[in-house]
């Protein structure tokens, strides 16, 4: 299933230090021969501080005990070039470090730089230091500290630019450190700024949200509530957008959440819309089972298709997350993911057919006649759906189902609210762009 992985079309819009995880993943797998893997972890590493990593899979792809030159010099300047970074950051990282002078700063930027200008003789030197001292912990894969030191950095820096660039850092750190909530936080700050930022072409604006959505992956899929979040982020206008125009690639995860998402259905519907224009350029088995069912209404194309997405799942570094629990070991997402897949099934076939064959039912649903009898007997108590099994005759009837009108006035009245929504938000932009003219 290596021709599934997006790895090659996601590493582009991640840090270099991102895509270690991935490769993680992807050896453990076995997707591709394990010296690839150690080639590529290699190339990674040349353009970081990570020197002594690099020496380990060095002599672990060669077998031997000896590294090249050019390694054992390139640590000599690593580690001149970070004592040299520590002294120049020591006067402001000293003061950060004592609880009683730091209470001294305030929430105003230009107050705190006069006052340890006047104070304890630190300025913009120093300040700079310690971005960059921030920068070289976080390539020598010290994520803790570069945290620590960006977000007191963020604190008193006055350049939005290097703010902003802190921040995507403090993210890159967060997320290496698994500290999820923390992570989300600093996505959401990420959002916020990206969304009401001035930048110099819509291009990087564009950019800036692609970036954004690839990196709040490890985020979504490691955190309780991530599912819903996902939908809530690359399900914006601007946001589908981008994803349409530059990574379609990511429909992958979004199409994820929203099958696996029960609360999610009105939205849904809107979202099959982008999967009907997009299903002829996006080969993906994911998007592709979606446009099997509720765009070609190919019920055995459906079915061929959640085999590949049950592959798709396990091979997939943000969807194939592993519990281990005793001798036992299950990717939580891809048993969500086929359960569900199949009431998507059940349920359109069903629209059709007033009498269905279970025999038939079975082989859509990829189970055999008696899972499948049980599987819907099952669906019936918890769901209350309104059909009967005749056991003599192998078959399933469903009842007529009228719509019911206030369920149907509540789902405009909701879908009626967010339009306005949307129609409020875009008259503000303009004026707020018009103000700044």
Request: charged share 25%; proline share 3%.
């Amino acid at each position: 299933m290596a021709d599934y992985d997006l790895t090659p079309r996601i590493a582009p819009n991640l840090d270099r230090h991102l895509v270690f995880p991935l490769l993680e993943f992807l050896q453990e797998r076995g997707l591709y021969p394990n010296e690839h893997i150690l080639k590529f972890k290699i190339e990674l590493l040349n353009n970081t501080n990570m020197v002594d990593y690099a020496m380990d899979i060095h002599k672990s792809l060669y077998q031997t005990e000896d590294v090249p030159q050019d390694m054992v010099e390139r640590r000599v300047e690593v580690v001149a070039r970070l004592k040299a970074l520590e002294e120049a950051a020591a006067p402001l990282v000293t003061f950060l470090q004592n609880a009683n002078a730091v209470q001294e700063l305030r929430a105003d930027k230009q107050y705190n730089l006069l006052m340890l200008n006047d104070r304890y003789q630190i300025g913009p030197d120093q300040i700079e230091a310690l971005y960059q001292y921030a920068k070289f912990q976080f390539e020598c894969g010290n994520y803790s500290g570069a945290a620590d030191y960006l977000y007191q950095y963020r604190a008193l820096c006055t350049n939005s630019e290097r703010s902003l660039s802190a921040l995507w850092g403090k993210l890159a750190a967060e997320i290496l450190m698994q500290n999820w909530d923390i992570a989300l936080e600093e996505v959401n700050r990420l959002k916020e700024i990206i969304d009401s930022k001035n930048f110099s072409s819509p291009l990087n604006q564009v950019q800036n949200r692609i970036w954004l959505m690839h990196w709040s992956l490890f985020i979504f899929f490691n955190n309780d509530n991530g599912r819903t979040q996902i939908i809530d982020l690359f399900n914006q206008d601007k946001y589908l957008n981008a994803i349409q125009t530059n990574a379609p690639h990511l429909l992958r995860y979004l199409a994820t959440a929203f099958i696996v998402n029960k609360r999610r259905r009105p939205q849904f519907k809107e979202f099959i819309k982008v999967i009907q224009q997009e299903h002829h350029s996006v080969d993906d088995p994911i998007t592709q089972f979606l446009a099997c069912i509720y765009v070609n209404y190919d019920f055995d194309g459906a079915q061929k298709k959640m085999r590949e997405c049950e592959e798709v799942i396990l091979n997939d570094p943000f969807l194939g997350k592993r519990i281990e629990e005793s001798n036992f070991s299950t990717v939580p997402l891809r048993d969500e993911f086929l359960e569900n897949a199949r009431l998507f099934i059940f349920e359109t076939y069903c629209r059709i057919h007033q009498r269905i064959d279970m025999g038939v039912l079975a082989e859509k649903l990829n189970l055999n006649y008696e899972e499948a009898e049980r599987w819907i007997v099952n669906l019936i108590r918890t769901s209350k759906l309104d059909a009967k099994i005749d056991t003599k005759t192998g078959t399933v009837s469903m009842e007529p189902n009228h719509p019911n009108v206030y369920e149907q006035l509540i789902d405009h009245t909701k879908g009626l609210s967010g339009r306005t929504y949307k129609l409020v938000s875009q008259v503000l932009e303009h004026v707020q762009a018009q103000t700044a003219r």
